[in-house]
């Protein structure tokens, strides 16, 4: 009987699998593919897992897409109703643009890519821990090496996302993508953002405590292991005994379990103990337990991955080690894998917990989440996002009718450059803004230009001032605007088409106050772009930040420049921050005092700004400026943050910023060659610049480079003469490199000219084509 059943098997699946669903999903592929249709595929769970929920939540409240969730319930549900549900997913996956699952199976694994489709598995563990899928073919838990590549699992992958590059290796080799390794990034998991979000780390404890009143005042022990067993007939072990734990610990824990949710069968809690024990396991997310509990207890489950996010102990209750590792086996050993004691009794763990605070080495838990959880920063679930639909999805963002964000331009004779600024302007993705243009007395056809947007697009606006400075027209912008957000972009630079909706979508999953990013320097005469990794400097390790958390660096961060700055305009309105009317350095005042005085600042890794250099004249670049109007900018930010009672707790930060701006604006009229106005500016840093900014007489320990120390020394100290002379040398030095380097390069691109032009292909390419060449010329009057 038992032959005939195996053979049974054997033919349903290979009919099933081979035959039948691949040619009902061939049968569907005869429509077109919707290309606002995405689809989820859930296996087992009868609700979304937790990799999907922010995913989904993305997809289905900011964009207008078809999305579509189609259930399995693999190993739960039977007969008629499982076909059901697969058939039904195998019909809309199959005229699905995007497909999205997040375990293996060989229902999704058959399924041949449609051309122009794009599927991504967001799995759904982090780390690396037990094996699965074709790592399992030589254990008692995986299928056949021959079932695996008979039956795949993993179809055709645009994206994998893992938790850290250091676990790519293993879902390569378990989902066989050795041909396609690339298709697994380590962008981190969506399931992670959450443990770093403050308002869901309090909601959970407040969950779990509302769940299990018993937990208030007493601290928890989370029990939570894998599942035994095939997962078709999932158990729970039960090999922790409550009773011990109760007679040690229940006066100052509770201890809550939390199984499998594919687990059939669960061991059950004695009534004695129920004021002390809890089966959460269908009340409480493993997101909120991870974040409420003190210590974990668990075996093989990828959850301790999660929860090293947390830095706090762990036990390894590996009762059964070596039959599970001839069950299932392990990517690394296991002993020298887990970040916490490993145990195989109870006893062991009691006395681990009771000494826990000398035990604990909190050392190898940091250095395991840096391991294992390098990508999971709180923005995969962007991350993952842009990677797999890319800037396609922006087409379907859903506009909420009213301005969100506000984008104020200054300019002033930019009619060269207006055009290409505004049409970028005009051209995001992210549609709720409005563009207040403010010209600043232009001469030329600038303002002609900006009402040609004007007139036919009518979220752009002008406003006329006679010439003053940036600074003023920037405020002028600020008092109009009616957006949530802000942004100050310069008229002769442009901006990448995703840039407002980036900044938008992070300062609102981060409740920022300002979001800086990145930017490119753009060589308006050669057209060369440049992507600048200097303009970020002394960031902290926390996502989210403020002054509260580096006072000595935070007016160091990011330059003073505020088109790279996203800012949330009730934040600046509230803390009465303008930009100071001056011919230049206007932004100084305005940047540093937003960095000061903002609750919560976060940085976004992405080139969004393209900074134009080489032009002759803009409202931030007149010739005529002061050479004090960088001193004038920090005296008065200094003087506000006094005003404000927070210039103690910036001292530091403040000083090295304004030191270093000082030396480069002295530096600049070197390289000008401008005598009059280094003179005027050299004896103001040293006559009155370094009294005004209250350094201490020995600035040594507020200075963070020490021969940055040495020249201050000797500006505060020295002669005007040999400094001029030495800056002098310097400057000319610097020059004679960079022309050294661009002629090298020049040869060098000479060089690959001539044996392009040598080469036969080359010589075969003119020939061919000298016939077009030649009418072409004939046509438009030129050479050939």
Known sequence: MKFFNKIYRVTFRFLTRKVIFKFYYWLCSRKPIKEDKVTFLELRLPQLSNNYQLLHKELTTKYDLDVNVHYI?????????????????????????????????????????????????????????????????????????????RYPAHPEYDLVTVSSPEVAWAYVEAMGKEANPDCIKPLGLSRTDVFYDPEFIANAKENV???VP????????????TFRGRTKGAFSPSELDIKKFYDNFHDDYVLLFKHHPITHERPQIPAEYSDFAFDVTDSLSI????????????????????????????????????????????????????????????????????????????????????????????????????EFFGTEISKYRKSSGKVEVSVVVPSYNTEEFIDTCLSSIANQTFKDIEVIVVDDGSTDNTVKKINKFVKKDNRFRLIEQEHSNAGEARNKGLREAKGKYIVFWDS??????????????????????????????????????????SSIAFLPEEEVFSRHEIPERIINVTTNVPWNKFFRVDFVRENGIEFQSIEKANDAFFSMSCMAFAERVCFLDEYLVNWRTGQSISTTTDPKRSPLCVFKAF????????????????????????????????????????????????????????????????????????????????????????IFMK???????????????????????????????????YKVGMKVTWLPRTINAKLHGTKE
């Open 73 to 149: 319930r693999q190993g739960f549900a039977r007969g008629t109703d499982k076909y059901k549900r697969i058939f039904a997913f195998l019909k809309d996956a199959a005229t699905s643009k995007y497909l999205i699952l997040n375990e293996g199976s060989d229902i999704s694994g058959g399924l041949k890519k449609r051309e122009g489709q794009h599927i991504m598995n967001t799995w759904h563990g982090c780390g690396a821990f037990k094996k699965f899928g074709r790592s399992t073919a030589d254990k008692i838990f995986g299928d056949t090496a021959k079932n695996a590549e």
């Open 209 to 211: 405590l509302k769940t």
């Open 214 to 225: 018993a937990s208030k005042g007493k601290k928890i022990l989370l029990y939570a292991p």
């Open 287 to 386: 997101e909120d337990l991870i974040c409420a509990s003190d210590i974990c207890i668990s075996d093989y489950s990828s959850l301790i991955f999660e929860y090293s996010l947390f830095e706090k102990p762990m036990i390894f209750f590996a009762f059964d080690l070596d039959e599970y590792f001839d069950w299932r086996g392990f990517y690394y050993d296991y002993d020298e894998l887990t970040p916490g004691p490993v145990v195989s009794t109870n006893e062991e763990m009691i006395d681990y917990i009771k000494h826990v605070d000398e035990r604990f080495d909190k050392e190898k838990v940091h250095e395991f989440k840096k391991k294992f959880m390098a990508s999971c920063d709180g923005n995969a679930t962007y991350k993952v996002i842009r």
């Open 492 to 533: 002769d630079d442009f901006f990448e088409p995703q840039a407002i909706e980036d900044l938008y979508d992070r300062a609102e999953a981060k409740k920022a106050d300002i979001v800086i990013c990145r930017h490119c320097k753009y060589d308006t005469k050669s057209g060369m772009k440049m992507y600048v990794q």
């Open 635 to 722: 005296e008065k930010t200094k003087d506000f943050l006094v005003s404000r009672g927070i210039y103690d707790e910036v001292k530091r930060s403040f000083i090295n910023k304004a030191l270093g701006s000082y030396l480069y604006t002295v530096s600049t009229f070197v390289g000008q060659q401008n005598i009059n106005n280094f003179k005027t500016a050299f004896n103001y840093f040293k006559d009155e610049a370094f009294q005004k900014l209250e350094a201490p007489e020995d600035m040594k320990a507020c200075i963070y480079r020490e021969e940055k120390y040495e020249l201050y020394k000797s500006i505060k100290e020295g002669d005007m003469v040999p």
């Open 727 to 761: 800056m002098l040398t310097d400057s000319q030095a610097r020059a004679e490199k960079i022309n050294s380097k661009l002629l090298t390069r020049k040869e060098n691109v000479d060089k690959k000219y001539d044996r392009m032009k040598n080469s036969f292909a």
